[in-house]
């Protein structure tokens, strides 16, 4: 069973999916969420497979092959039509992923400070299993949780840093957490460096100017690669937008969706400029 937020509205612009990052929930959406369907967009947040709220009693395999699988028979299954995919973070890749494999269902793409130059779980696919569910442990403890809230936002006070904690890791309390992800691990995870070049989808990325997790360079980076691609900004702004900062990344996002024009606006000379006619 998937677990998601369905929209209230339906309205005639595309569906908007919204993604979370690395082992993380559609909880991340819970500020940005409101203001997209105040806006009338029509909009669902979905956990990916393995991570979130989703009932794993007999768990699957949870490698990129099976979330990749699992949204799209979801998309099959409940939307049925081209959507704007939102991916933050490690969602980028996800994003990307989904769109090259399946680019019927996707009409453009916004990325939040993507995390999608990684080369995958690196050495931890190599870890022993009694390695990397010691890892994974770990990776839920309250101490590991603060401190990437310490490094994910821009200053945020303590009262407000352990709310955010709670909420982040409260899927991590599912029995099948630990299994599906050391899975996810073990199977190598996103590499989808090969893949951006072959993302020809109308593409927003946002990023935070003072992220601290995922540098600043590769945003740039990104927008180079991209062919059709535009890039914002937000000012004083850490690792999650959409958590620290709902009001911009939604205007960000309505605007975008709300674009009347793909093509960059070009210099049409005036007629007394004319020569030769």
């Not at 967009?41 to 989703?54: N, Q, R």
């Not at 490698?63 to 409940?78: E, G, I, M, P, T």
């Not at 995919?85 to 090259?100: H, Y």
């Not at 360079?217 to 900062?245: D, F, M, T, W, Y």
Request: with cysteine; aromatic share 10%.
């Amino acid at each position: 069973m998937s677990s998601c937020v369905k929209p209230l509205v339906q309205s005639k612009t595309s569906p908007m999916v919204l993604l979370h990052g690395f082992d993380s929930s559609c909880l991340e959406w819970r500020y940005t969420f409101p203001l997209l369907e105040e806006a009338g967009m029509e909009t669902w947040a979905v956990d990916i497979l393995g991570w979130g709220f989703s009932d794993l009693e007999r768990l699957p395999s949870c490698d990129v092959a099976s979330k990749r699988n699992h949204l799209y028979q979801f998309w099959r299954s409940h939307i049925r039509r081209p959507i704007i995919l939102v991916g933050p973070s490690l969602g980028a890749a996800v994003a990307i992923d989904f769109a090259v494999n399946h680019p019927e269902a996707v009409e453009k793409l916004v990325f939040i400070d993507a995390s999608v130059y990684a080369e995958g779980t690196g050495d931890l696919a190599k870890l022993p299993r009694a390695l990397a569910y010691a890892g994974v442990y770990l990776l839920k403890s309250v101490p590991l949780r603060l401190y990437v809230n310490f490094l994910a936002f821009n200053g945020i006070s303590l009262s407000t840093s352990i709310d955010w904690m709670n909420v982040g890791r409260l899927h991590c309390l599912y029995p099948w957490w630990e299994d599906a992800t050391v899975n996810f691990m073990i199977s190598g995870g996103y590499n989808v460096n090969a893949q951006i070049e072959k993302v020809k989808k109308r593409t927003l990325i946002i990023w935070g100017e003072d992220d601290q997790i995922i540098s600043n360079k590769l945003a740039v980076r990104l927008h180079s690669e991209l062919p059709n691609a535009i890039i914002r900004q937000i000012p004083e702004c850490g690792h999650i937008p959409h958590v620290e900062k709902p009001d911009s990344v939604a205007k960000l996002i309505i605007e975008f969706v709300r674009e009347a024009c793909y093509e960059d606006v070009q210099t049409i000379p005036r007629l007394d400029d004319m020569v030769g006619i």
